[in-house]
């Protein structure tokens, strides 16, 4: 997998188009903040900072955290930059999607 990745990541950036390079640096900054911040989380409880139930606590939601702290800095930049970052479509309501068809689109209300 990780040769896998490396190849991918190297394919994007080599790319004649300087937004596509942009797009593709920006995206693999996300991905490294994501890691970095998700390890260093995960060794909260060997700090001697805060209390231990919110050491366990960073430790515990470490990914979950640094997830989050990712897709809320990747909404933090100018719209020109961020446009290219791809999301997720969502569905507009909430409900089981046992129903809906092999291969059926979302579609992001």
């Known amino acids: 997998y990780v040769t896998d990745g490396v190849i991918d990541i190297v394919s994007r950036c ?10 593709s640096l920006f995206s693999t900054n996300l ?4 890691l970095v911040l998700s390890l260093a989380l995960s060794a ?3 700090w001697p900072l805060f209390p ?3 050491r366990t606590f960073l430790a515990d939601y470490a990914v979950t955290l ?11 930049f ?3 930059v961020t446009e290219s970052v791809h999301r997720i479509g969502l569905p507009q ?7 809906r068809p092999p291969g059926a689109s979302v579609t992001a209300g």
């Open 93 to 99: 309501s909430f409900g089981p999607t046992c129903f």
């Open 14 to 23: 080599d790319s004649s188009s300087l937004a596509a390079f942009g797009s």
């Open 66 to 76: 640094a997830v989050l702290v990712t897709t809320l800095s990747s909404y933090a």
């Open 78 to 80: 100018d719209a020109t």
């Open 31 to 34: 991905a490294l903040l994501t």
């Open 44 to 46: 909260a409880p060997s």
């Open 52 to 54: 231990r139930a919110f």
